[in-house]
């Protein structure tokens, strides 16, 4: 459609209420049977990528769990929009509040609608950058314009159940430059060693667990994430453990859990201690169900063990990349990564 990747206003309650400045995304895929943060889209409406807020407080029409309801918190997010409440430039000639004036001193023209700022300079790159991913970086800026995006499915073997994400040229831009990684990225990077454990005979002994059912931003609220790792827990092979990567909101840890043995291994590159607080009580109480469903009785309290050895990040943007543990463990055909 011609309206994909174009800037437009955001509408609410009504249509000359404008609440915020966004961009239409292009998935790929059949609008009828889109998903978005496991919600389906719903018929009218759009996956927009909420780029300004002019109303910070204003209620989206769709909030993500009860952890994003306004438009200030959205900043960065896709959300779904009412298709009669989105206007286009052409359509609405109105002034926009005081906050947005500032756009204006930047002209758009129908042959100049993509994220140019997001464009990156490849001979800036430093020569250590594989050509492979220079190759990646170079696709996506031809490719994914006008807020196009890739589609990623992932076969429920994966992750217990079925699912999907989106990549967009800021995920790839990101990886390349070093920057904070996308739960995308690292989903795609866990469908990829999904490949190395089936390949050495291993998907019986390693799982995973997909960041979207357990992040701290828009997966649900603690009851909820609990529920989802006992499920995913179920859906597990007998003596399997599982690697489940968390994001706190802007950090990147790495929770292994071994249900059998009521154990769990925690790696974090910054504090390099065992976690406390919400996530601790997620995976614990997550267990506690997931043994309540097995009539597992009279199991003892969980034991959380520090893999304290692991390297410290050195900048506050590259914990993700120390999810490169997860490598190591499914190439340890022992699983003896607690004593390296």
């Known amino acids: 459609p011609q309206t994909i990747g174009k800037e437009c206003q ?3 309650g009504s249509i000359n209420n404008v609440v915020a400045i966004a961009k239409i995304i292009e998935v790929n895929d059949e609008s009828n049977s ?12 759009k996956r927009v990528l909420i780029v300004r807020s002019l109303v910070d407080e204003a209620k989206l029409p769709f909030p993500i769990k009860d952890e994003i309801v306004i438009v200030r918190d959205a900043i960065g997010t896709y959300v779904a929009w009412p298709e009669n409440m989105i206007i286009f430039s052409t359509e609405c000639k109105k002034e926009l509040p005081a906050k947005s004036k500032g756009l204006k001193k930047r002209k758009r023209t129908e042959e100049n609608d993509d994220d140019d700022e997001e464009d990156l300079d490849m001979t800036s790159l430093p020569p250590t950058i594989p050509p492979s ?6 696709w996506a800026k031809e490719t994914l314009r006008n807020g196009n995006t890739i589609v990623c499915n992932f076969d429920e073997k994966i992750f217990g159940h079925a699912s999907k994400t989106f990549v967009s040229k800021h995920d790839i831009n990101n990886f390349v430059t070093m920057k904070e990684v996308s739960g995308s990225c690292i989903c795609i990077y866990m469908s990829y060693l999904y490949g190395v454990l089936k390949k050495s005979k291993m998907v019986d002994m390693v799982g995973f667990m997909d960041t979207t059912d357990i992040g701290s931003i828009g997966c649900g609220n603690p009851i909820e994430r609990s529920r989802a790792i006992a499920d995913r827990l179920k859906r597990a092979k007998r003596g399997q453990i599982l690697l489940l990567p968390y994001n706190s909101g802007c950090h990147w840890m790495l929770t292994v859990i071994n249900a059998e043995e009521d154990l769990v291994y ?19 109480n997550g267990i506690k169900i997931h043994n309540a469903q097995v009539k597992r009785q009279g199991r003892k309290a ?3 063990k520090n893999c304290a050895g692991i390297s410290e990040q050195k900048t506050d943007k590259d914990c993700g990349y120390f999810i490169r543990y997860m490598k190591e463990i499914v190439e340890d055909k022992n699983l003896n990564f607690f004593s390296k």
């Open 10 to 12: 955001l509408a609410s």
């Open 34 to 45: 889109q998903l978005i943060h496991g919600v389906p889209l719903g018929e009218g409406n």
């Open 133 to 138: 991913l220079k190759a990646v970086c170079s």
């Open 266 to 284: 925690f790696m974090d590159p910054l504090k390099r201690r065992l976690v406390t607080g919400e996530w601790k009580d997620i995976v614990d």
């Open 302 to 304: 969980t034991t959380w």
